[in-house]
């Protein structure tokens, strides 16, 4: 006979999940799905970098090799697989995450060029409902995915999101600082706006503590600036025990 400790978790599990999925099938992240899709539809340059990983990635991957041997990386949101390859080439096992498919036949292609296929798998599916088994990951990256999230969706986001890694695993988060820009001149008065039918929310470096701050060990925080480009750069830990939950609301 099932206890009632058990009911009440499923029970909680159930109702996550369902909020998981009305959150990820919104109209605004439908409309966010078409714009990335007319994107790779068009076939030539994206408005993102798809090809060379950036910098701070690479310190990460340096990192990980000096502290976990034979580790496993998800690349969440992978894109083109910039990053992906760039993990898979350091000797970890690999997996990459979209939710479009145009993106991961780029990454097979690339992939399999740089013959690292074997190291590298590839998953369709979204952020919030990612379809792989908790406590898998030795690191988690999301470079530019989290800052698409709305703020109402974060809980449904940590607790995906962070819930895939292992105890003691690392989480490295690239999102838009307040001083990226669009375009030049762009006037802001808020910190989030929807951009050509995406939401995009703009950070400063005190978010940061506030919203991962009980769940993880923020180890370092790494500002870039560079044109219109701005972002923060944030490498965390996953404790081995549980930390308290943050609670926020609104938008």
Known sequence: MRSARYEAQHSRAASETSKAIAAANSPLYRRQR????????AGGPTPWPSTEPTPSVVKVARLLKRRVRGGRVLDLG??????????AKAGFSTVGLDYLLAPLKMVATRARQARLARRIRLL???ALLPPIKPDTFDLLVDYGCFHHVKKADWPNYLDAVLGLLKPGGYFHLSVFST?????????????????????DRFFVKRDFARIFGGRCEILAIEEEHKGLDGFFHVLMRKPSGMLLRTDMGGR
């Open 124 to 126: 369709i599916g979204d």
């Open 179 to 199: 001083k990226f820009k669009h375009y030049p001149g762009e006037r802001r008065t808020r910190n989030w706006n929807v951009h050509r039918n995406h939401y």
């Open 34 to 41: 078409g714009y990335f899709t007319r994107v790779y539809e």
């Open 78 to 87: 992978c894109g083109e697989g910039r990053h992906t390859l760039l993990f």
